[in-house]
């Protein structure tokens, strides 16, 4: 029988890790989730799992961050400046690279996601989309006439400013480094530090989402003006809360009032802004889509 060239996949995320063995075409035939703890732990349980995988070709790595996915930097592969305790300045792909003597891809989980979606999801007809996580953080990545965008190092759309109305929300924001930015005030904890409760402790009528609504309409308004992008893919544990998608395409449609003149966002915002097509699982078929594309380069 054929044996088919396979691939790791690694969803780094700061809550959990998700790994995953593949083949060529994104068919899963191993995969394993655990809980974030200790840089040391944590890989441990990665190489651990992809040393009972048989021979990979390569394996690629969507990682929390921020990091360094500047080939040739002599930091390329670190998680860099994150808030995350223990993390911080952590040669993953380094380490997982030695380990398994296998080559890595490496990219930040947005950008990962991404190319997920490019391939198998709901990005596979456009070449300039832009995908948000909106969970634990809030990251943006996406592509530019069908490449990930890096730039100086990768896409920040997290910490943005946005307007933020101090008398419809006192909440000063969460964000260790900015406090009120796109993140410290629309991030899972910022709803939770707000309200006193989880999001998913909520109920969908809460004000807690027209609110939420707002700063990510006023977020992807502000993308939409500057990227151009043909698709928004809205990814993240926030956006389970599917009541959420209605709210932020009228607000968006609101905020523009009519002044981008192209059916996408006059007409189908709701094909424009959009979930992703590989649901829950955007993270880490996107980091096996990393491993396939490392041998094409
Ligand atoms: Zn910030």
Redesign the pocket.
């Known amino acids: 029988m054929f044996q088919s060239s396979l691939y790791g996949g690694v969803e780094a995320g700061g809550t959990k890790f998700v790994c995953a063995v593949s083949d060529a075409d994104g068919r899963i035939l191993n995969e394993i989730a655990f809980p974030t703890t200790t840089p040391e732990q944590t890989l441990a349980r990665v190489i651990a799992f992809f040393h009972q995988a048989p021979s990979l070709q390569a394996v690629g790595v969507g990682s929390f961050g921020p990091v360094d996915p500047r080939p040739g930097s002599p930091t390329w592969g670190f998680i860099t400046t994150t808030p995350k305790p223990g993390w911080r300045d952590v040669d993953i792909a380094g380490i997982l690279g030695r380990a398994l003597n296998l080559p890595i891809a490496f990219d930040t989980d947005v950008n990962a996601a991404a190319l997920g979606e490019k391939r198998w999801g709901a990005a596979r007809d456009v070449d300039d989309f832009i995908y948000l996580t909106i969970g634990t953080g809030i990251g943006g990545g996406g592509m530019i006439n069908g490449g990930l965008m890096h730039g100086l190092l990768h896409p920040e759309m997290?910490?943005i400013r946005i307007p933020h109305d101090h008398k419809r929300d006192p909440f000063p924001g969460a964000?260790p480094?900015?406090g009120d930015?796109?993140?410290?005030l629309a991030s899972g904890p910022a709803i939770a530090a707000r309200w006193g409760a989880p999001g998913d402790q909520l109920p969908p009528e809460h004000l807690a989402w027209e609110l939420e609504a707002h700063y990510l309409a006023l977020a992807l308004t502000n993308f939409l003006l500057t990227l151009s992008p043909e698709r928004i893919i809205l990814g993240g544990g926030v956006m389970r809360q599917r009541q959420l998608f209605p709210k932020i395409r009228a607000d968006v449609r609101h905020l523009l009032a009519d002044y981008v003149q192209h059916p996408a966002v006059l007409h189908h915002l709701d094909a424009y802004i959009v979930p992703p097509g590989l649901g829950q699982r955007a993270g880490v078929m996107g980091a096996l889509a990393l491993a396939m594309a490392v041998r094409r380069v």
Do not use: D, S
């Open positions: 997290g910490h964000c480094y900015h930015c796109l993140e410290g």
